[in-house]
């Protein structure tokens, strides 16, 4: 009773697009370039210190509280839609020859509006490999204040449940005041049940807290969820909505970073002009993408839901505070710190160029700080090269004057590749996804159920109750040793991209990067794969430790052509045999003595079928698992890094990457709650690093070619701005449910 008396505050200000010219200051101490779960973190903490001024530039639009968004139930029906960049990859020369979509958000909030929900941090040791990979400071121990940081974290409800699971709750690894809700559905499906019980059968055993660091077994992952309405906790929510009346913060929306602007000049002539073209977006997203992210039987029809929510008396969605905030501030700020210059050749940041697309005009603002990149692993290297950083020869082949030859960036992209397996259940004997798709009066029920009391179906995903096994859990110790000899034994020029394998510092990071992969592929505590379970009998296998290596390039010098990206999956071969190990192992799962009631069927691949065809299926099937990264990683120059340790940009006094883009290698997990912990640690630095002055040290730079200036140095010590009245108009809607 009292549960429904409580006033759920669900959503959320509206950030309205500033419309050009008009509210924005001249110069900010910090400019953020992109609103995802990394940016819009930095963006709070520094916005913390009122005596500074914070810009955020987002691509994409805000959300108006869509349920396709909100109820963890309708997970992916906004997969290429109107928060998706609709990208996709080039072709995919070593699995099947074609593209596959790569659906990345676009909008406040960036991947946390489209993403499964899944909360989870990858392995202790994945963090330790960045230590050795020459970043003090990153290990899991140095990490784990910050995702605590980042967390409000409540376990799960239901102590019956907590026990099906064996979810123990360490509370040392957790934290209880962050921004992000992160919390349990009040629903679980219970198909998860038997294939945990089927998991442990085979020899693998259950993460008890998939949190802690060790990650090797089953787990039920918590969700980036509100507890009490059961809706999705996005970043906008956690990390702007609840700070959007501070006066230091700017956050603009749908308007787009063209390059980043350096001693006051404009590198790249053609990011500046304005063109008469459509094609501001992705490629489109190829066909194939509803049949095979969230698996064929479980996908919900969303045109069967009810239209309406239920409208019983005070439970109906009321829009009951519609304001406009108007923000009046001067500029002129007396607690402004002035610039210091500093020595040449290091290259500083002043501001960045922006516009809402192809076709505006191009509109700049000035950062007398630090310019910090956000805008996630696909277009944040696409930033860099379109400002002049980059491999030399490749900005020389689109006419952009290099900067800073720095041949890591858009290299080392990595991501998890995943496969989809279809062992349908035919006695599905307890509730399942698959009744969304087929059985009306259940959809009909679980709508309602969610509206009226927050519990039910639409409270979880389809996807929960994973798993994250190691290679000697699913074949023979043989096999898994051979497999990390094999790994150990490549030589690594054979499966760079052939730019990357000629250069020696690419190749020397690549190398390093294997011998750590190898062992860690033997390791009976150390994640190979996830098995991502739908509960329907979608069995899909995902790289936990992707070996191959793949590129980011610009195809154009304008903006607003998307980039191309090729993930290369595949152009390590040892990652398809890490799938078909976890594709022969399905076919065991499913047999076992737990999972027999719930009568499954292997359509996909076909049962028995040879290593070929499980070879020839993982090539046509395999595609992303939305976790691109490393495409501006943290590492020494001398291994191909593009940021040290700091996160600072090599060869730039004041440029720091923040992103899925700085990681190493890619830890195994799902990224979000890394990406906010990364955040959260990168906030400490830059504030420590801005004690004082702007900028810091060339890197180790001495690998660095001479950078080029494009004109002397105009901005020395900037004037404080005019005075200027700032009008930041702010559109909140806050619906509640009462
Ligand atoms: C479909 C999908 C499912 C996923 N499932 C999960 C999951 O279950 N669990 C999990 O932990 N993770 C999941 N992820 C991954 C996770 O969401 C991402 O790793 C995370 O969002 C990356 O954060 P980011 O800040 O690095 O980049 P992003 O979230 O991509 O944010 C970057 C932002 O920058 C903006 N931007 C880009 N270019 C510019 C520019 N030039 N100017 C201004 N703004 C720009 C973009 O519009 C975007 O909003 C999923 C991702 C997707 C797409
Ligand atoms: C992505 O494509 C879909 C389908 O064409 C479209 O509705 C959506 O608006 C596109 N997204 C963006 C950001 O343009
Ligand atoms: C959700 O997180 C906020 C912090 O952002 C916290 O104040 C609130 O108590 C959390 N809600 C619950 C139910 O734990
Ligand atoms: C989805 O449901 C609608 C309405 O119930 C129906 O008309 C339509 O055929 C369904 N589509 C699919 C693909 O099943
Ligand atoms: C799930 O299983 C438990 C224990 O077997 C049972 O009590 C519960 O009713 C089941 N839930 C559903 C929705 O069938
Ligand atoms: C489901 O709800 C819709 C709309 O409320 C109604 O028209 C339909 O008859 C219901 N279907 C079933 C099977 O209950």
């Given at each position: ?11 959320l200000g509206?950030?309205s697009?500033?419309?050009l010219?008009s509210?924005?200051?001249d ?14 973190t930095?963006a709070?903490?520094?916005?913390e210190?009122?005596?500074?001024n ?6 994409g639009?805000?959300?108006v ?8 139930g309708l997970i992916?029906?906004d997969?290429g839609g109107?928060y998706?960049?609709?990208l ?6 070593y699995l099947?020859g074609?593209?596959r979509?790569?659906p990345?958000?676009?909008?406040l909030?960036g ?11 990858g392995?202790?040791e994945?963090?330790?490999d960045?230590?050795q ?9 140095d990490?784990?204040p910050?995702?605590?940081k980042?967390e409000?974290?409540s376990?799960m409800?239901?102590e019956?449940?907590?026990e ?6 360490d509370?040392s690894?957790?934290?209880y005041?962050?921004?992000v809700n992160v919390s ?6 219970n198909a ?7 998991l442990n ?8 807290d ?7 077994g089953?787990s039920y992952?918590?969700f980036d ?12 929510r956690a990390y702007f909505d609840?700070v959007?009346d ?5 956050v603009?929306?749908?308007q787009?970073v063209?390059q980043?602007?350096f001693?006051?000049?404009q590198?790249?002539p ?5 063109v008469s073209?459509?094609?501001n ?6 066909p194939?993408?509803?049949d095979?992210i969230f ?5 919900l029809?969303?045109?069967?839901l009810p ?6 008396g005070?439970?109906?969605?009321r829009?009951?505070l519609s ?9 002129f700020?007396i607690f402004r710190?002035q610039t ?5 050749p290091?290259?500083?940041a002043?501001?960045?160029e ?5 076709q505006?005009p191009?509109q700049?603002?000035r ?5 910090i990149?956000?805008a ?12 002049g ?9 689109h ?5 800073v030859d720095?041949p890591?960036?858009g290299?080392n ?6 496969v989809?397996c279809?062992a349908?259940?035919?006695n599905p004997y307890?509730?399942?996804?698959t009744?969304?798709?087929t059985?009306?009066?259940?959809v009909?029920a679980s709508w309602?159920e969610?509206w009226?009391?927050?519990?039910g ?6 996807i929960?109750g994973?798993?994250?096994p190691s ?5 023979s110790?043989t096999?898994a040793?051979?497999l990390?000899s ?6 690594p020029?054979?499966?760079l991209?052939?730019s990357a394998a000629?250069?020696?510092a ?6 390093a990067?294997l ?6 592929l033997a ?6 794969y996830e098995?991502?379970?739908a ?9 936990m430790r992707?070996l191959?290596r793949?590129t980011l390039?610009?195809a154009?010098?304008?903006?607003f052509v998307?980039?191309l990206?090729?993930?290369?999956y ?10 078909r ?5 399905n076919?065991?799962l499913?047999?076992t003595?737990?999972?027999a ?7 996909s691949p ?6 070929q065809?499980?070879d020839a299926?993982?090539?046509a099937r395999?595609q992303t698992?939305?976790?691109p990264s490393?495409t ?6 001398a291994?191909g890094?593009?940021v040290?340790?700091e996160?600072?940009v090599?060869g730039?006094g004041?440029?720091?990457v ?13 990224l ?8 959260e640690?990168?906030?400490d ?7 004082g002055l ?6 180790d730079?001495q690998?660095?070619?001479?950078p ?6 105009t901005?020395?010590?900037p004037?404080a701005?005019?005075?200027?009245v ?10 509640v449910?009462?």
């Open positions: 009773m009292l549960a429904f008396s409580l006033a759920y505050i669900c959503l509206i950030a697009a500033l419309p010219n509210p924005l200051l110069e900010y101490d910090y400019i953020i370039v992109g609103g995802g779960p990394a940016g819009l930095v709070n903490r520094l916005s210190d009122p005596n500074v914070v810009l955020l530039l987002e691509a639009p805000a959300d509280g869509e349920d396709i968004i909100y109820v963890p992916g029906h997969i109107r998706d960049w609709n996709s990859t080039v072709p995919q020369a099947d074609n593209p979509s790569i990345q958000g676009r909008a909030g991947g946390t509006l489209l993403n499964g929900m899944l909360w989870s941090r392995g202790r994945d963090y330790d960045w230590v990979l020459g970043s003090p400071g990153w290990s899991w121990d990490l784990l910050y995702f605590k980042s409000t974290y376990p409800q239901s019956t449940v907590a099906q699971y064996s979810s123990w709750e509370t690894v957790h934290g005041d962050g921004p349990f559905p009040h629903y679980t499906w998860s049940i038997n294939l945990f019980e089927g059968e085979l020899g693998v055993p259950t993460a008890f998939p949190n802690a660091g060790d990650v090797a089953a992952l918590p969820l509100e507890p009490l309405t059961q809706s999705r906790a996005t970043a906008r609840t959007v501070r006066p230091n913060l700017w603009v929306t749908e787009a063209t980043v602007l001693n006051g000049a590198g790249n053609d990011a500046s002009t304005p073209t459509t094609m977006l992705g490629q489109g997203t190829s194939s993408t509803r095979s698996g064929q039987g479980s996908v029809n969303i045109s069967s239209v309406d929510r239920p409208t019983r005070s439970l109906a969605k829009n009951i304001t406009l905030w108007r923000r009046l501030r001067l500029s700020n710190r210091s210059t500093l020595p040449s290091t290259l500083i002043t501001g960045v922006f516009a809402p697309d192809a505006s191009r700049t603002v950062a007398s700080r630090e310019v990149l956000a996630g692993a696909i277009h944040t290297p696409q930033v860099l090269m379109l400002s950083i980059g491999p030399s020869d490749h900005l020389q082949h006419g952009i004057e290099t900067l720095l890591g960036v290299n992209l990595q991501d998890h590749m995943q989809w279809w349908p259940y035919h307890t509730p399942n996804p009744a969304l798709n059985d009306q009066a259940f009909n309602d969610y009226t009391r927050r519990t179906p639409f409270t979880s995903g389809a929960a994973v798993a994250f290679l000697p859990h699913i074949t110790p096999t040793s051979s990390a094999l790994a150990a034994a490549q030589l020029a054979l499966y991209s052939p000629t250069h020696p690419l190749l020397a990071g690549y190398s990067q011998s750590l992969l190898a062992p860690a390791s009976p505590s150390r994640a190979a098995l991502i379970n509960n329907d009998g979608d069995l899909t296998a995902a790289t992707p191959s793949g390039r610009l154009s010098p304008q903006p998307p980039p990206i090729d993930p290369r595949g152009s390590n071969p040892l990652d398809l045999l890490v799938l190990a976890a594709l022969a192992f076919a065991r499913i047999a003595r737990a999972m009631p719930l009568a499954p069927a292997q359509t076909r049962p028995g079928a040879s290593e065809e499980l299926y993982i090539r395999a698992e939305y976790h490393g501006a990683a943290m590492m020494p120059l291994l890094g593009v040290d340790s996160l600072r090599y730039t004041n440029v720091r923040v992103d899925a883009s700085v990681m190493p290698v890619v830890p195994a997990g799902h979000q709650g890394v990406v906010y912990g990364v955040a640690k990168a906030a630095i830059i504030k420590a690093a801005n004690g702007v900028g810091g040290e060339l890197g730079g690998d660095l070619s001479e080029m200036h494009l004109a002397p140095d901005t020395a010590a004037q701005s005019p005075a200027q700032d009008v930041v108009t702010m559109t909140t809607f806050l619906t449910y009462v």
